[in-house]
C-alpha cells in the first residue's frame, strides 16, 4: 500500500527548499504564513501556460501586468489592444476568452474572482484544470489540480500501463487519491515543479526525485518510457496563399473574423487554406487587388490540428483599394506583433524585416 502521508511530506519537503521562483506566485513560505497569490496574476498565468511554455509566457505575463494590474484594468482593454498585446503567444481563442472572463469577473462580480471551483467554472472559458488551479492556489482550496506535468508523474508513480490520452481520466482519479486539505496550493505547485524539474518528459532525474522510494515506474528499470502513448495519426496539411502589398514602407494588414482560427487578428490578406494547392490562375483571382503579384517563395507553419503551406506573393500598391475588409497600413517595424505565421509570410517577403 502507497504511504500517501509519507509521500507528501516527502514532497512538500522537497518544494519548500526547491519551488521554482515564479512572478505570479507568493512562494511557499508565503503559503505556510496564510499570503496566497493574487488570484488575477495565478489566473492570467494559467492562461497563459496552456500550452506554453513557462520561459515563453513569462515575458507576456509580465508585460500585461505592467500593463493592466488587475483584472478590472483588463476587462476595459479594446479587443484589438489585447490581441496585438497576444501576438506570437498562439492559441488565439485564448485571448478571446481571456478577455471575456476579465469582463465577466468585472461586470458580475465587482472585479474579485469567485473562491471556489464551482463559482471559476461558471466564468467564461474557463475550464475544469484553470478552475482547480486557481482555487486551489490562489484561494487554497482542496481541488485536484492536474496538468500535463501530473499526469506524467502519475503514470510513472503508479507504472500506468494504459496508454495516453484514453488513460487521463484515470491518472486524474489517481492524482486525487494523494490530495487533502493539507496546503493544497503547495501541493499542487509541488507535483507540477516535480514534473517540470525532475520527472522530465525526456531523461527524467530520478536520483534527484523525493517520492522515487514510492515510484512503481523507477523499479521497472524504465521509467522514461511512461506515460505510454498510442501512435498519432499523420497531421493533416492545407495549402493558402498569403499577399504582401507594399505601399513605400508600409505593408497592408487585414482584421480576420471575430471567430475561427487567429480570429480577431491583424494579418496579411490570405486566400481560404485548402487541401489543394492553388494554381496561378487561382492565387490571381483570388488576390486582395489587382496588380503585378510577385512569387517570393513558400513558408511552413504548424497549428495544432494541421500543418500549412503558405505561398507569398508581393505586389507595390497601385492605389486600388483591396477587394475585402479595410486595410490598415502598417509600418515595417510595426509587423514584429503579427502572428507568427504571418511573420513569417512577411519575412520572406521581405529579408529587410
Not at 490581441?83 to 474579485?112: E, I, K, P, S
Not at 500506468?160 to 490520452?165: N, S
Not at 500543418?307 to 486600388?320: D, F, I, K, Q, Y
Request: include cysteine; charged fraction near 25%.
Amino acid at each position: 500500500m502507497l504511504d500517501i502521508p509519507a509521500l507528501r511530506a516527502a514532497l512538500l519537503a522537497w518544494y519548500d527548499a526547491q519551488a521554482r521562483d515564479l512572478p505570479w506566485r507568493t512562494g511557499p513560505a508565503a503559503g505556510k504564513a496564510g499570503r496566497r497569490s493574487d488570484p488575477y496574476r495565478v489566473w492570467l498565468s494559467e492562461v497563459m501556460l496552456q500550452q506554453t511554455t513557462v520561459p515563453h509566457a513569462t515575458p507576456y505575463f509580465l508585460s500585461f501586468t505592467r500593463r493592466w494590474p488587475t483584472v478590472s484594468d483588463l476587462a476595459a482593454v479594446e479587443d484589438g489592444e489585447l490581441m496585438a498585446a497576444w501576438a506570437g503567444l498562439g492559441y488565439y481563442a485564448r485571448a478571446r476568452n481571456l478577455l471575456a472572463c476579465a469582463r465577466a469577473v468585472a461586470a458580475d462580480h465587482g472585479g474579485v474572482f469567485p473562491d471556489t471551483e464551482e463559482g471559476l467554472r461558471a466564468l467564461p472559458g474557463v475550464g475544469a484544470y484553470t478552475a482547480a488551479a486557481v482555487a486551489a492556489i490562489a484561494f487554497d482550496r482542496e481541488a485536484n489540480v492536474v496538468d500535463g506535468n501530473v499526469e506524467r508523474v502519475m503514470a510513472r508513480l503508479f507504472a500506468v500501463e494504459e496508454p495516453v490520452p484514453d488513460v487521463k481520466p484515470e491518472l486524474k482519479r489517481l492524482a486525487g487519491q494523494l490530495v487533502t486539505n493539507e496546503r493544497p496550493g503547495d501541493w499542487a505547485q509541488a507535483l507540477m515543479d516535480l514534473g517540470a524539474t525532475v520527472c522530465r518528459p525526456k531523461g527524467p532525474l530520478c536520483d534527484r526525485c523525493p517520492i522515487s522510494a514510492w515510484c512503481e515506474g523507477l523499479k521497472t528499470g524504465a521509467p522514461e518510457t511512461y506515460p505510454r502513448k498510442t501512435r498519432k495519426a499523420d497531421r493533416p496539411r492545407r495549402h493558402g496563399v498569403a499577399y504582401v502589398l507594399t505601399r513605400g514602407d508600409a505593408v497592408a494588414l487585414v482584421r480576420r473574423p471575430p471567430k475561427g482560427l487567429l480570429g480577431g487578428m491583424l494579418g496579411l490578406p490570405t486566400s481560404d487554406w485548402r487541401d489543394r494547392p492553388w494554381t496561378d490562375v487561382e492565387a490571381a483571382e483570388a488576390a486582395p487587388s489587382s496588380g503585378v503579384w510577385r512569387d517570393v517563395g513558400v513558408v511552413e507553419h504548424v497549428f495544432t490540428h494541421f500543418a500549412l503551406t503558405l505561398w507569398v506573393l508581393r505586389a507595390e500598391s497601385n492605389g486600388a483599394e483591396l477587394v475585402e475588409g479595410d486595410v490598415v497600413w502598417t509600418p515595417r517595424e510595426g509587423l514584429s506583433a503579427l502572428p507568427s505565421v504571418f511573420l513569417k509570410a512577411a519575412r520572406a517577403a521581405d529579408r529587410l524585416l
